[in-house]
């Protein structure tokens, strides 16, 4: 489906190529509008009844619970001790040539190490940049209750940032004629 507005209303259309429905025999209209709101009404109410009183500590839970897990220090910590190794054996190789040795053989051990060197250093920065730090179930709790009427919010959300939070939860609309 594909999102359209029309007379400044969002819809979304399905169309379907007539020679579609005839190869695969499926009993679909041609064309379907289907206006937004009377969908995503629904959809955020029930979206914001996992914020009802009575359930609202199980959906702390489960968002503290859904979060990734914290990359492992273990993995930062290995690749800062082969970053370490590396440099002690590049240190040794210039002193190996400022001793005489033979520069073709200690450039490629150079080149080597400087590789194993350089996916080590790559492997540290994923590690830390680019996992998100965890929500603690108080910080959750915090922004849940700062947020107040979850359903309100829902309503008055600008659309960029509701279908951020639907694909997020990897929401998908299925027609059905």
Same mark, same amino acid.
């Given at each position: 489906?594909?999102?359209?507005?029309?007379?400044?209303?969002?819809?979304?259309?399905?169309?379907?190529?007539?020679?579609?429905?005839?190869?695969?025999?499926?009993?679909?209209?041609?064309?379907?509008?289907?206006?937004?709101?009377?969908?995503?009404?629904?959809?955020?109410?029930?979206?914001?009844?996992?914020?009802?009183?009575?359930?609202?500590?199980?959906?702390?839970?489960?968002?503290?619970? #859904?979060?990734?897990?914290?990359?492992?220090?273990?993995?930062?910590?290995?690749?800062?001790?082969?970053?370490?190794?590396?440099?002690?054996?590049?240190?040794?190789?210039?002193?190996?040539?400022?001793?005489?040795?033979?520069?073709?053989?200690?450039?490629?051990?150079?080149?080597?190490?400087? #590789?194993?060197? #350089?996916?080590?250093?790559?492997?540290?920065?994923?590690?830390?940049?680019?996992?998100?730090?965890?929500?603690?179930?108080?910080?959750?709790?915090?922004?849940?209750?700062?947020?107040?009427?979850?359903?309100?919010?829902?309503?008055?959300?600008?659309?960029?940032?509701?279908?951020?939070?639907?694909?997020?939860?990897?929401?998908?609309?299925?027609?059905?004629?």
């Amino acid at each position: 489906m594909q999102g359209q507005y029309n007379h400044g209303d969002a819809y979304y259309r399905c169309r379907f190529p007539q020679e579609y429905v005839l190869a695969n025999q499926v009993a679909h209209p041609r064309n379907v509008y289907l206006r937004e709101d009377p969908l995503t009404d629904p959809l955020d109410a029930w979206l914001a009844s996992a914020f009802a009183p009575h359930r609202i500590e199980q959906t702390i839970t489960a968002m503290a619970d #859904a979060q990734p897990l914290d990359h492992s220090p273990a993995l930062a910590t290995a690749a800062q001790s082969i970053i370490t190794e590396r440099d002690t054996k590049l240190a040794r190789y210039r002193a190996a040539l400022d001793a005489g040795a033979d520069p073709a053989v200690v450039t490629g051990w150079i080149a080597q190490t400087q #590789a194993e060197r #350089a996916r080590a250093e790559a492997d540290l920065n994923a590690n830390e940049g680019d996992s998100p730090r965890r929500m603690s179930r108080a910080e959750i709790t915090t922004l849940v209750t700062a947020l107040g009427d979850i359903a309100a919010v829902l309503r008055d959300a600008d659309p960029a940032d509701k279908a951020e939070v639907y694909r997020q939860l990897e929401l998908r609309l299925a027609y059905h004629p």
